[in-house]
């Protein structure tokens, strides 16, 4: 069974500085990979959704993906306090149970001024 | 604009009454899902239905069914609640492979 786990659990950090979250998973027939934000007590927004190794960028999000390694990153350039939020890693195989996603326990992002 | 919905949006109940959370989308999408999600676990997910009247189990299916009668509407049923399912719980749906998620329902149960 997918395990899908987010490191680190919990991250602050100063207006304007590079943010990277970590986000590893055991099954390497997965090929559909996203990070979602999510605001307190709000629901689940997309950011970045990436299917193959490499980077994709969203704005001020980037995903980058390495499935040898089974690691996907995600960088968010110069965040702002509203960037604050649980970040949620998801994982799924296409080939497998239709679009079933696995989810990581999340990394509680705080920015500050 | 694609969207999920959810209701109730806050919900209390006691132990042992029974529970009914409904989703609907608005863009006929076939596939759908119920998860959960406590603190420290993500995301759980607790029942997928593929269309109408075909359900499957997810990872944590116990203390819970579901009912999908219309394409648009997908229902979690939980028969005499248990404290331990104090929880917010959101209904997805399914286009390809992107999902679209409802904004959650918050349901304790004392």
């Known amino acids: 069974q997918q395990k899908v786990q987010q490191s680190p659990e919990s991250l602050t950090v100063s207006e304007g500085a590079m943010a990277s979250l970590n986000c590893t998973f055991s099954?390497?027939?997965?090929?559909?990979f996203r990070w979602y934000r999510q605001h307190s007590g709000k629901g689940l927004e997309v950011l970045v959704s990436i299917f193959s190794d490499g980077e994709k960028e969203e704005g001020s999000f980037t995903a980058h993906l390495n499935r040898a390694s089974l690691h996907v990153f995600l960088h968010i350039r110069e965040p702002q306090p509203s960037d604050s939020a649980l970040y949620l890693c998801?994982?799924?195989?296409?080939?497998?149970?239709?679009?079933?996603?696995?989810f990581g326990e999340g990394t509680q992002v705080t920015v500050i001024s | 604009d694609m969207k999920v919905t959810q209701m109730p949006r806050y919900l209390i109940k006691r132990m042992g009454e029974n529970v009914l959370l409904e989703c609907g989308q608005d863009?006929?999408?076939?596939?759908m899902y119920w998860y959960r999600q406590d603190p420290g676990l993500g995301l759980q997910l607790i029942y997928i239905s593929y269309d109408v009247d075909s359900n499957s189990e997810g990872d944590i299916p116990k203390g819970y069914r579901v009912s999908r009668k219309k394409r648009e509407h997908f229902s979690l049923i939980l028969d005499s609640a248990k404290t331990n399912q104090t929880s917010v719980y959101f209904c997805?749906?399914?286009?390809?492979?992107?999902?679209?998620f409802g904004p959650g329902t918050r349901l304790t149960v004392l």
């Open positions: 997805a749906s399914s286009w390809y492979a992107e999902q679209f």
């Open positions: 099954d390497r027939s997965s090929d559909n």
């Open positions: 998801a994982v799924m195989n296409t080939g497998g149970l239709s679009g079933k996603l696995t």
């Open positions: 863009m006929s999408h076939e596939t």
